[in-house]
């Protein structure tokens, strides 16, 4: 009996000193999850800031490069893009950079300035459209249009229109292009 009582005395000495070790690990654990909660907030912020500033940058950056391209007509095309962008909800920023890389892309394959500018409205809006159609990321269509235009067609696969060279060779041969 005797040795029952020490053995029973050890256990709940045991069982407290595991309870204490475990209500211990607990609030060690909610420390650290109090820290870093704290370090992640910090973090966030900072995040937050740096976006806003590589944002910004690159805004200036895409404005001066479409004031560049597109010239005297930079103020129309801007109120062209401005009215899509509250007709089709196209981001401002995104549609400068591609209409006016569209446009230099044009002016070197031989456009005047205004077919350069009028072929890039255009493909803005079928970015547009393809967009909505596929509930595809607007930004990453105007980079596979950008592409199809460069020579990779594979890139529209995905949205259903098959392009390869020989078919752009028979057309352009066909219409007198080349």
């Not at 077919?115 to 607007?138: C, W």
């Amino acid at each position: 009996v005797e040795w029952f009582k020490k053995l029973r005395s050890e256990a709940d000495n045991a069982s407290k000193s595991v309870s204490k070790s475990s209500k211990n690990m607990n609030s060690s654990f909610k420390d650290l999850k109090n820290t870093l909660a704290k370090y992640f907030g910090i973090y966030e912020v900072f995040k937050y800031l740096k976006d806003s500033v590589t944002n910004a940058m690159e805004s200036i950056e895409t404005n001066n490069m479409f004031d560049t391209v597109f010239g005297d007509s930079a103020n129309e095309m801007d109120a062209w893009i401005q009215k899509m962008n509250q007709t089709l909800g196209l981001g401002i920023t995104d549609t400068k950079k591609f209409t006016a890389t569209l446009s230099q892309m044009g002016s070197a394959m031989g456009l005047t300035g205004q077919e350069a500018m009028n072929m890039s409205q255009k493909m803005a809006q079928m970015a547009g459209d393809i967009s909505s159609f596929y509930d595809a990321d607007i930004t990453q269509v105007q980079e596979d249009l950008r592409s199809a235009l460069s020579g990779s067609y594979e890139t529209m696969d995905k949205y259903g229109v098959v392009l390869r060279q020989s078919t752009v060779e028979q057309y352009a041969y066909a219409n007198g292009i080349a």
